[in-house]
T-cell receptor, first 113, second 110 residues
Framework: QKEVEQNSGPLSVPEGAIASLNCTYSDRGSQSFFWYRQYSGKSPELIMSIYSNGDKEDGRFTAQLNKASQYVSLLIRDSQPSDSATYLCAVRPFKAAGNKLTFGGGTRVLVKP | EAQVTQNPRYLITVTGKKLTVTCSQNMNHEYMSWYRQDPGLGLRQIYYSMNVEVTDKGDVPEGYKVSRKEKRNFPLILESPSPNQTSLYFC?????????FGPGTRLTVL
């Protein structure tokens, strides 16, 4: 079992719709969770961080965390063509040295006009 | 502007020719890290540093060296590059868990 798992996609979403991305993780003691957006050939860009159970909203993005079920999700509302990218889920394992993050393989999102 | 910089951005080299990729951050972060990204394998940590003179191996350290003599700089050294080190490399720095990435270095080893 991979430490952080994501569906690779592509997730095809009509413009204006909601894109829903999921991520599961294996380390039950993990405390910090992050979503990064990565455009092709570019560096990952942090878009959301979440540390406690529940929802966290930032603009059109909502991160949801359920530690009991060991999953974290990202919702993108009113999806725009500029949201077309790969979204990486990252988890800080409980016993990680320093600020080590473990990344999922990413979900590719395609927003179609 | 808070940023992580890497140089060079693109590099084509030949097997066995030593090279260094520089990384610098201006955020006074203690934690820095190097990753490589390959299709189908995602981002994998090569080395990390928790502070000056404190470095340790990540998940894929073979064939790489690092040093941390100053807080702001964390160079990645390939002493004898091989074709399997052809990849996209990212440096990152962090203060409290959220990592900030440099623009990347695309390395091709022929």
């Amino acid at each position: 079992q991979k430490e952080v798992e994501q569906n690779s996609g592509p997730l095809s979403v009509p413009e204006g719709a909601i894109a829903s991305l999921n991520c599961t993780y294996s380390d039950r003691g993990s405390q910090s969770f992050f979503w990064y957006r990565q455009y092709s050939g570019k560096s990952p860009e942090l878009i959301m961080s979440i540390y406690s159970n529940g929802d966290k909203e930032d603009g059109r993005f909502t991160a949801q965390l359920n530690k009991a079920s060991q999953y974290v999700s990202l919702l993108i509302r009113d999806s725009q063509p500029s949201d077309s990218a790969t979204y990486l889920c990252a988890v800080r394992p409980f016993k990680a040295a320093g600020n080590k993050l473990t990344f999922g393989g990413g979900t590719r999102v395609l927003v179609k006009p | 502007e808070a940023q992580v910089t890497q140089n060079p951005r693109y590099l084509i080299t030949v097997t066995g020719k030593k090279l260094t990729v520089t990384c610098s951050q201006n955020m006074n972060h203690e934690y820095m890290s190097w990753y490589r990204q390959d299709p189908g394998l995602g981002l994998r940590q090569i080395y990390y540093s928790m502070n000056v003179e404190v470095t340790d191996k990540g998940d894929v350290p073979e064939g790489y060296k690092v040093s941390r003599k100053e807080k702001r700089n964390f160079p990645l050294i390939l002493e004898s590059p091989s074709p399997n080190q052809t990849s996209l490399y990212f440096c990152a720095s962090s203060f409290s868990g959220e990592q900030f990435f440099g623009p990347g270095t695309r390395l091709t080893v022929l």
